[in-house]
């Protein structure tokens, strides 16, 4: 059987996109096996009209969200890395299902991914500044100008999921 490597980065905020990217590779006759450092790896299958459902794992966790409660609802479990991957055949997603893939629930796992985000960069960027208190070096603007990159990127992907889930 032949199988396939692609490197795409994803953050925790792209699991929607990794949905899409995963759904795509599947209609091209690509099954989605492991994901690892960016890396994905695909076996060769039948084209075929697939759903994916990529979680955050330490939400699940956290909300105790029993896999084995999912997985009776005949959903595939994939992976599990950094994000806990399912998926089922579109024609076999019924009224069930809805609650698993709610937008509503959805957001919540964003909103506890932004919550430890904002900590961690938070975090990240005093220490950098009370590191650089005294000098204003060349790298301490490269540093702040990283920073700056992932606040903002932390923000747009704020809103960007906030109207794909809750205006929807």
């Known amino acids: 059987m032949n199988s396939k490597v692609q490197f795409r980065m994803f953050t925790i905020f792209d699991l929607d996109k990794v949905e899409d990217y995963l759904h795509e590779m599947y209609l091209k006759g690509w099954k989605f096996k492991s994901n690892r450092?960016?890396?994905f790896y695909f076996e060769q299958c039948q084209p075929d009209d697939v759903v994916y459902c990529v979680w955050n794992?330490?939400?699940l966790r956290k909300n105790e969200v029993d896999l084995q409660s999912i997985k009776?609802?005949?959903?595939?479990?994939?992976?599990n890395c950094s994000y806990t991957v399912f998926r089922k055949a579109t024609c076999?997603?019924?009224?069930?299902?809805?609650?698993f893939m709610d937008n509503r629930l959805r957001w919540a796992g964003v909103k506890s991914g932004f919550r430890t985000a904002t900590v961690s960069i938070?975090?990240?960027?005093v220490v950098c500044m009370s590191l650089f208190r005294e000098s204003?070096?060349?790298s301490f603007f490269i540093i702040f100008a990283l920073y700056a990159l992932m606040?903002?990127?932390?923000i747009?992907?704020?809103?960007?999921?906030?109207?794909?889930y809750l205006l929807d």
């Not at 076999?92 to 609650?99: A, I, K």
């Open 151 to 154: 606040i903002t990127y932390l």
């Open 57 to 59: 794992t330490s939400y």
């Open 72 to 79: 009776d609802r005949r959903w595939e479990f994939v992976e």
């Open 136 to 138: 204003l070096s060349r």
């Open 92 to 99: 076999d997603v019924d009224l069930n299902d809805q609650s």
């Open 156 to 164: 747009y992907s704020f809103y960007r999921l906030r109207r794909k």
């Open 37 to 39: 450092f960016g890396f």
């Open 122 to 125: 938070s975090g990240g960027l």
